[in-house]
């Protein structure tokens, strides 16, 4: 097993599968099954999800309300979120802790990094919601953030498509894609892989980035277990 300890991000419109708003729940069964064969592997797992299938804090300044009012709401749409998939998960028969950057206390616990690890270490699936609890980041920053404080091995970043290309590869056929690059090549070619912030938190840290394609079945298995999936960001 290549990775002991990982932090997977997801976005929130990945939740959406074939709707256009919302939750899809055969979409959250398929990532719950996903992740149980990963935790069954006996990897130390924990879980950063967005919100934007919900609402994003940049759409609040076009709705007329306050930027900070704005990522405030985003937070507790990732909340929504994080509530749905640790249900998912219990279903499937995984032991789980949800962790809030804010408090929340009717429904998870706050964030206390030692008590994530100790979580961790125990074999459960910790799930990070509510962001950092602070306005202005995303949660790229929050996965970013969060896996440096928890020693994670590498940030696995699940997307729609299987990697970092060239360009758009939905809007642009003649997209290539990369096996591989570093930081320092994502700068120069300006790839949009996660905000400045993220990246260069990871950057920093020397922990290196994979992005993938999550609506793929096995794909987080085959990471897990040292395959060449996606697209692996490093230092080097």
Do not use: W
């Amino acid at each position: 097993m290549k990775y002991k300890r990982i932090l997977l991000k997801l976005s929130g419109e990945a939740l959406m599968g074939e709707k256009n708003y919302g939750i899809d729940s055969k979409r959250l069964e398929q990532y719950a099954q996903e992740i149980k064969r990963v935790k069954e592997l006996g990897v130390e797992l924990a879980i950063v999800i967005g919100g934007g299938n919900i609402f994003r804090g940049v759409q609040a300044e076009n709705a007329g309300i306050d930027r900070v009012q704005g990522d405030y709401m985003g937070m507790l749409a990732t909340l929504i979120n994080a509530m749905a998939l640790q249900s998912a998960l219990e279903q499937v028969g995984m032991f789980t802790r949800l962790m809030s950057g804010i408090k929340v206390e009717s429904v998870c616990e706050p964030f206390i990094r030692r008590r994530a690890i100790r979580h961790l270490e125990k074999g459960r699936i910790v799930i990070f919601g509510a962001g950092i609890g602070n306005p202005y980041f995303t949660t790229d920053s929050t996965a970013a953030l969060r896996a440096i404080e928890i020693e994670a091995d590498v940030v696995l970043k699940g997307t729609r498509v299987d990697g970092v290309y060239t360009a758009d590869p939905e809007k642009d056929k003649t997209a290539t894609k990369y096996s591989s690059l570093s930081f320092q090549e994502a700068y120069a070619k300006n790839l949009n892989i996660m905000d400045m912030t993220a990246f260069t938190l990871c950057q920093e840290n020397n922990l290196p980035i994979i992005v993938f394609d999550m609506n793929k079945p096995g794909n987080l298995d085959k990471i897990v277990l040292g395959e060449d999936i996606g697209t692996l960001i490093t230092s080097n």
